[in-house]
């Protein structure tokens, strides 16, 4: 009795220490289930385990031949319903079960499995003789039956936070928006995809270095930023965020707006254990706002301007009091009629940018005839300018283009339009195009005051106009070239200028030759 007790400890022990090292869960059942069988002298022995579905399966088995195996399914298919109860021990039909495992077996006994009021399952053990399986027994069974249903319980454990965590992180990695988890001393613990895309910093190089260098955000200053160099000073008091917006210069040199919300969290004892910050690109919202406030001043401007003027016109020459001779009254009505043009050119404007905000230019397409369309334009200018020269550079072999002419002549107006109102000293309008296999290339050349290099690429956006002096002198909404390059690309084609400042600019549009197409 003495020795039996001994050799249960010490297999008491040998599976405690299996568990401490962390041993896998098969492994370990294997172990327990061995000592049980041994103990209680035995010849066969298996610990089932419910699953998610309530089927039992054998996780560990002794003495059953693995051929043997599949024949053990059915069986404890047709055990678990008796098993429904979750306190009732799935019983086990001795000659059914021999059969199975091709060992005659006489006695049995088994325990559940179970933590708290939670059924896991069971552990049996057989003989194929002796007396049958005594209280004692059933005792030293117990034993083993708490440490494996202790073992089956900590795996689970282990495994939902090994999947919490994957789906945490997966979260995390995946979220649209910026991640960054820091610790107290705010170095990165930890980046996801969508920051390192926005920063520029892959995650390998970004984890560990201290926030400021990944997230410098220029903002004005007195703005309390945790990730600023001096950021550690910004108190971030438990259940208080900070939100800090600024810009962000990427590797490129592009900029992008950002708003960062800095959330602490601290430990029950009000230790700080983690920063965790959220990044939202605000860029295309800012830039939103940008373009609805310049729209408004621009429009409110430009709308002004030919209504003051209309009103101002139209009330002088019906004042009772005076009489107007024909010629007055002919220059006063021309100019209400050419401000009314000009309004009615700038709704045109608005909703064709708008139509092209939603996706909805329409083209009708035809063969058009450049050279002609060309002529055409400039002849509707010449009448408006004694400084300027009208130059047109077509070759007379010059295919036709497929394009919708009322359009193409409104990007022709609009270059031939700019080309004059910056060139204020005048100067040769050139209009030309050449063939270059299924294109044509178009250009307007002036010689006015040109625009500078680094403006060159905004001009094409809705409203963009470059701050010269004489763009306070000159009307203009901004939406010209805007227009221009969607309708040429409508037509699949693109635009680009080429300029120097003080010697002037050549715009340049490509469009595809007629009859040819794709
Ligand atoms: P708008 O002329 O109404 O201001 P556009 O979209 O047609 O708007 O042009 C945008 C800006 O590009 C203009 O404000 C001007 O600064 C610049 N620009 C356009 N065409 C020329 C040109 N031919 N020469 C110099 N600057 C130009």
New binding site residues.
């Given amino acids: 009795m003495e020795s039996l007790q001994l050799r249960q400890r010490e297999y008491l022990l040998q599976i405690s220490r299996a568990m401490t090292a962390q041993l896998d869960l098969p492994s370990l059942l294997r172990l327990i289930l061995n000592a049980a069988v041994e103990m209680l002298g035995g010849e066969v022995g298996m610990i089932v385990l419910r699953q998610a579905d309530g089927r039992l399966a054998p996780q560990a088995v002794y003495g059953i031949p693995k051929s043997r195996l599949a024949r053990l399914a059915p069986l404890l298919a047709e055990m678990a319903p008796l098993a429904e109860s979750r306190w009732a021990l799935p019983e086990v039909s001795l000659p059914l079960f021999s059969r199975a495992v091709g060992v005659p077996l006489r006695q049995v006994v088994h325990l559940p499995l179970h933590i708290g009021d939670e059924s896991l399952g069971a552990i049996y053990v057989f003989r194929s003789g002796g007396a049958a399986f005594g209280a004692n027994e059933r005792q030293v069974l117990q034993s083993f039956a708490d440490q494996a249903a202790i073992a089956v319980r900590n795996a689970r454990l282990y495994e939902e936070v090994v999947t919490e965590k994957r789906q945490l992180d997966a979260i995390i990695e995946n979220s649209a928006h910026g991640v960054l988890i820091l610790t107290p001393d705010r170095r990165i613990q930890v980046i996801n995809r969508a920051l390192s895309a926005m920063t520029g910093w892959p995650a390998e190089e970004a984890t560990g270095q201290p926030c400021w260098k990944v997230l410098a955000l220029e903002h004005p200053p007195n703005q309390p930023d945790p990730c600023a160099a001096d950021g550690l000073d910004v108190e971030l008091p438990p259940g208080r965020s900070i939100t800090v917006e600024g810009e962000l210069t990427r590797p490129g040199g592009s900029r992008l707006t950002l708003r960062a919300t800095y959330t602490p969290l601290y430990d029950d004892d009000g230790v700080l254990q983690h920063i965790i910050v959220n990044v939202v690109d605000i860029t295309r919202f800012r830039e939103a706002e940008r373009m609805k406030s310049t729209f408004i001043s621009v429009i409110s401007h430009e709308l002004k301007t030919p209504v003051a003027l209309i009103k101002g016109y139209a009330s002088t020459l019906r004042r009772a009091d005076a009489t107007w001779d024909p010629e007055t009254l002919r220059d006063g009505l021309a100019v209400i009629e050419e401000e009314a043009d000009r309004l009615n050119a700038l709704i045109d404007n608005l909703l064709d940018a708008s139509r092209i905000q939603a996706g909805a230019l329409k083209l009708e397409m035809g063969d058009v005839d450049l050279p002609r369309l060309a002529q055409k334009v400039v002849q509707g200018f010449s009448t408006q300018t004694d400084i300027h020269r009208f130059e047109l550079d077509f070759p007379a072999d010059l295919p036709p283009v497929l394009g919708d002419e009322t359009r193409l002549r409104q990007v022709l107006d ?1 270059l031939v339009s ?2 004059i ?2 060139s204020p000293n005048g100067g040769v309008v050139r209009i030309g195009a050449w063939a270059d296999g299924n294109e044509v290339t178009v250009y307007v050349a ?1 010689q ?4 500078p290099l680094d403006e060159q690429g905004r ?1 094409f956006e809705s409203f ?3 701050d ?1 002096g004489l ?1 306070r002198q000159t009307k ?7 227009l221009c390059k969607a309708i040429v690309e409508a037509h699949r084609g693109h635009i680009w200028v080429r ?1 120097e400042p003080g010697k002037g ?1 050549t ?1 340049f549009f490509t469009l595809p030759v007629a009859g040819r197409r794709e």
């Fill in positions: 609009n700019n080309a109102k910056y002036d006015g005051i040109g625009i001009i963009y106009r470059v010269s763009r203009g909404t901004g939406l010209g070239l805007y300029s600019s715009f």
